[in-house]
Every structure is written in C-alpha cells, then in structure tokens.
C-alpha cells in the first residue's frame, strides 16, 4: 500500500530550502526513525533552531504540524515500498514491472497532492468558478488536454466555459475577459511564457485567476489570486508528465464536483440531458 512519502518531498525540495531548513532537512534524512520518537523542541535543538522553525519547515512540506508530520514519517517507515517508488522506469523493465511502477508512482501522486491541496484555496476557487459569468481556461501542452477535459465537464451542467490551444486565440479571450468572468490556467512548472501572458492580461483586466501548479515557487504563483498546489513528482526526464497529469485531473474533478454540489440538485437534470443528447450518436 502507497503511502505519501515525506522523504520524497524533503528531497525534491532540498534546493529550495532555506539554510536553516536544509539543516533540519538532513537531520531528518539521517535520522529518520529516531526524528519519529522526538518533540518539536527536542528536533530544534539538534538543528541548532527553533521550534517556530519547525513548524515552518513543516508547512513548507504541506504538512501543518510537527506531530502530523511524524506520523506521516512513521508510516513510510513502516512500508517498506521505497525501494519500488525511488526506481524509476526504466526501458529493460519487464511488463509487470512497469505496470507496478506506473501504478505504484499515480497513487503515491494523489496521495501527495492530497497532503498539499489546501480546502480554503480550494474553497475559494470553487466559490470563484461558481460565481462567474465566464469561465476561460488555459493549458500548454499536457496541460491544454487538462483544460480541454474541465471545459467538456463545465458544458454539460450548462456553465459557459472557452479553450483553445492556440496561444492568439487564448489571447484574444483573456482580452475580453471582465470582472464578472473568472480565468482558470493550469501550469505543472508555473513558468511557461505563454501562461504568464495570460495571467498578466488577466491581471490588468482586473479578471479573478486561479492557477493549478506543483509546489514550487515560480512567476505563475506570483501572478495568481489563488494557488491550487499539486505535489512535485517529476522533476528530470519527464515521460509524458504522467503522475503531474493524474494529479491535475483529480483536482478537476473535485473542482466539479463541488461546483456542482454548490449549484444544488436541479444540476444533474442538465447532465442527465446532455447525456441522453450524447447518446443519440450512439444508436
């Protein structure tokens, strides 16, 4: 059985941490199963820090206490499946491997994401989407076939949503986006040229925006009234953003979910209309 992995996130963030942070970082990562058995006060005097510090290092991981955060640790311990989740694919892997692999790496993604999903900004997107008049959304790449997925879901309960891949035509309707509308822009990295375009006119038009991103600084978060966080799980050679895309879907769908619940039960008449309209091309 997956679980999320906190070491896992320690080192993809290690680059990033301050150097007070990356001290308690190592502790942690040479200490593992002793850190489980010590106190927030305890683990701030082995790193020469406080205990402030710790929670903030906590926080950084998307874990809100240092007690959360052992019993987190405890049980990654106790599942000894790392060997499998640190193995990345490789092209000598025999079928079931592969298929261990892949499915192994998607759970422990959703897993993750879940620990860095924050409800409030999560809330509050739904809050925004609910609200607006319009609803544009914008991917490039992988992410396009994210957007493309959460418009075909918005059309069927009737909430008027617009996408395209194509960056001018992305522009044009950022352009014309007003107060009333609300502009939802997917970006695994955060820093695609093309997305912080859109931001930026979005910014200037005063238009509400939501991103969806991996937990990592970058200019898209700078730019963004509210961050959705993913957790970081591809960082090098990136075979078709597998576990980053699963992720971004999840949360649309949740995002749906809710906008749905929010709009109440005569909802569903509208999907059950628009299903029995599909259907007709089926016979």
């Known amino acids: 059985m997956s679980t999320f992995s906190v070491l896992k996130q320690i080192e993809r963030q290690l680059d990033r941490f301050t150097e007070a942070e990356k001290v308690v970082a190592a502790f942690i990562l040479e200490h593992a199963e002793r850190v489980t ?18 929670s903030r290092f906590c926080k950084r991981l998307g874990i809100q206490s240092f ?13 000894r ?29 959703l897993q993750n994401t879940e620990k860095m999903l924050s409800v409030s900004s999560f809330t509050e997107a739904v809050e925004v989407l609910s609200d607006a ?34 960056n001018h035509m992305q522009m044009m309707m950022v352009a014309n986006a007003t107060k009333q509308d609300a502009v939802f822009v997917i970006s695994t990295s955060g820093k695609t040229k093309e997305i912080l ?12 925006t939501i991103l969806l991103t991996q937990n990592a600084p970058s ?34 769908d949740a995002l749906f979910i809710a906008i749905c619940s929010e709009r109440g039960q005569g909802l569903y008449e509208r999907i059950i209309d628009t299903h029995q309209a599909v259907q007709r091309m089926k016979s």
Do not use: W
């Open 133 to 166: 008049g319009r609803i544009y959304l914008y991917g490039v790449g992988g992410s396009a076939v994210v957007a493309l997925d959460f418009k075909q879901k918005l059309l069927r309960i009737n909430v008027p949503a617009f996408q395209s891949e194509d």
């Open 197 to 208: 375009d859109v931001l930026s006119v979005a910014k200037e038009r005063e238009v509400r």
């Open 81 to 109: 499946t790392v060997e499998l989740v640190e193995s990345p694919l490789q092209f000598h892997d025999d079928p079931t491997t592969v298929i261990q692999k892949v499915m192994f790496n998607t759970i422990q993604a």
């Open 219 to 252: 200019p898209a978060r700078r730019l963004a009234d509210i961050v959705l966080t993913m957790s970081e799980e591809e960082q090098n050679l990136r075979i078709g953003t597998m576990t980053a895309r699963i992720a971004q879907l999840a949360i649309v």
């Open 37 to 54: 058995h010590m106190t927030t006060k305890e683990l701030a005097q082995s790193c020469g820090g406080s205990e402030a510090s710790i």
């Open 67 to 79: 007690k959360i955060f052992k019993i987190e640790l405890a049980k990654e311990l106790s599942v």
